[in-house]
């Protein structure tokens, strides 16, 4: 069942983080599903400019509808990630989508709030909700290319000032995480300092955390043993997930792990069977094993078993 993010985040705010999954494929969208399903977690399914274009918006908006028919018990929300303008508008008038999200944090701070408010004005007339962004986060990750020279941390006072001036119903905070798979160099924590200070500016406000894969040491390795080159890839510790739950963060993504979990299946699997040539088994294989993963982030995100009494708040 597909709900709006203002639903999910009102049944979360303080108590844990949503997950927000990027998928591209059936395969992601399945195993997604299923691992949510096992966990009894709600769920937000992101899909970036680069999955619209992958294959074609239509075709992953045909995957989700299916899935949401094949999962019943499913709730979810469909999330634009880093929209720009233009893409934006082309969400808002599909009538799919729950919510978009508005990154123009690349723009000054006034160009970014005249561009934000102007989506928010379009989304909120189709019941829309909107996420922009305040500060930049560093790192590659498709679309996004920020050096870590030019990645400054949000502004507390300066969210509070682009919040009352845009309308946005969700911020994405830079508080030191960082796009991809090489997002630190040794061990870094979230700047939990930030977190407070904008809930105690703006308590009840839902915020989001962008570049929050672990990066799992223990992927990395079997990818590099199967013929990966990956280096040194340092994530978020899983840790923190759930004291930035506490202070107001809602939604917490999630895209660089899951690629890691397709990575590793495919290598391994042909690494080991150097005459398969058919793409099923591993797709088998992955759907399963990042089934697994899902249901293991929700845990840690504190989503899992929330299902019920999400559903009983909802009134379904």
């Not at 019941?127 to 986060?137: F, K, N, P, R, T």
């Not at 020279?149 to 000032?161: K, R, S, Y």
């Not at 977190?195 to 915020?207: A, C, F, H, R």
């Not at 660089?256 to 058919?278: A, C, N």
Request: charged residues 25%.
């Amino acid at each position: 069942m597909i709900v709006t993010t203002a639903q999910l985040f009102k049944h979360a705010y303080g108590k844990y983080a949503v997950g927000a999954y990027n998928i591209n494929n059936a395969e992601q969208a399945m195993g997604l599903f299923k691992g949510c399903i096992s966990s009894q977690a709600p769920f937000i399914i992101q899909i970036s400019k680069g999955a619209r274009k992958y294959t074609d918006k239509k075709m992953l908006e045909a995957i989700i509808r299916a899935a949401d028919s094949i999962f019943p018990d499913a709730i979810f929300a469909v999330h634009l990630d880093h929209g720009d303008e233009e893409t934006c508008y082309d969400c808002i008038n599909s009538g799919f989508y729950s919510s978009v999200m508005i990154d123009a944090s690349h723009e000054t701070y006034a160009k970014n709030v005249e561009i934000s408010k102007r989506v928010v004005e379009a989304a909120h007339k189709k019941g829309i909700s909107v996420e922009a962004e305040l500060g930049m986060l560093g790192g590659v990750e498709e679309d996004i290319k920020v050096e870590d020279g030019h990645a400054t941390l949000t502004n507390p006072a300066e969210a509070q000032d682009f919040v009352q001036k845009t309308g946005a119903d969700c911020l994405a905070c830079a508080i030191g995480t960082s796009h991809g798979a090489y997002k630190f160099k040794g061990k870094q924590s979230l700047h939990f300092n930030v977190l407070k200070d904008i809930q105690q500016l703006m308590p009840g406000y839902p915020l989001v955390m962008h570049g929050s894969s672990s990066v799992p040491q223990d992927e990395v390795a079997r990818i590099n043993a199967a013929g990966g080159k990956l280096g040194s890839a340092v994530g978020v510790d899983v840790n923190e997930y759930l004291p930035a739950a506490k202070l107001g963060v809602t939604k917490i993504n999630i895209d660089t792990d899951g690629r890691l979990v397709w990575t590793r299946v495919h290598r391994e699997f042909f690494r080991d069977k150097p005459t398969e040539f058919d793409f099923r088994p591993p797709g088998k294989i992955f759907i399963e094993e990042y089934a697994k993963f899902i249901a293991s982030r929700n845990v840690l995100l504190g989503s899992a078993n929330q299902l019920a009494d999400l559903k009983q708040s909802l009134g379904k």
